[in-house]
C-alpha cells in the first residue's frame, strides 16, 4: 500500500511538472508582432558587434524588411538560461512610442535559432540604413 501511494505522489508531481512548465514552441515574427506591424513607422537596429546603431523611418523599407524575415520559423532553443550579447538589437517605434524591442535570438524571453535568412536580411538593412544619433 505505502509502495502505490509513494508511485502515485511521484506521478502527480510529474505530471504537476509537465503542466507548469513553459510549454515553447516555434513562432514567426507575423504572429508575435501582428497587431503592431501596421503601427510600426521606424525601426533602430544596433549591431551587437560595434555598438553602433542606424535608424530606418521609411516604411517602404521597413515593409520590406519584415515581408522577408516575417514568416520565417523560429525555434526555441533547448538552453534557456540567461545570457549577454546579441547580433543585432533591434526597436520598433511608432513615431516615438516604443512598441517592441528585440534580437534575432531573443524575443519576448525567450532565446531562438538565429535563422540565416533573418541574419542576411537585417545585416543588409543595417548596412543599407543610415546611421543614428539619440535626440
Not at 512548465?21 to 504572429?31: D, F, G, M, V
Not at 534575432?104 to 537585417?122: C, K, N, Q, R
Request: aromatic content about 12%; proline content about 3%; charged content about 25%.
Amino acid at each position: 500500500m505505502k509502495r502505490t501511494a509513494k508511485c502515485l505522489i511521484v506521478v502527480l508531481l510529474l505530471f504537476l511538472f509537465a503542466c507548469s512548465s513553459k510549454q515553447l514552441k516555434p513562432i514567426t515574427l507575423t504572429e508575435k508582432l501582428s497587431p503592431k506591424l501596421e503601427q510600426v513607422n521606424r525601426l533602430i537596429i544596433q549591431s551587437g558587434s560595434t555598438g553602433e546603431s542606424r535608424e530606418i523611418d521609411d516604411k517602404a523599407v521597413i515593409d520590406d524588411w519584415f515581408s522577408a524575415v516575417g514568416d520565417i520559423v523560429l525555434y526555441p532553443q533547448e538552453d534557456q538560461e540567461k545570457r549577454d550579447g546579441f547580433l543585432y538589437a533591434i526597436s520598433l517605434y511608432h513615431d516615438e512610442k516604443n512598441l517592441f524591442q528585440l534580437s534575432l535570438s531573443y524575443i519576448d524571453g525567450v532565446y531562438y535559432h538565429v535563422d540565416d535568412d533573418m541574419y542576411v536580411a537585417t545585416e543588409q538593412l543595417f548596412q543599407d540604413s543610415k546611421p543614428y544619433s539619440a535626440k
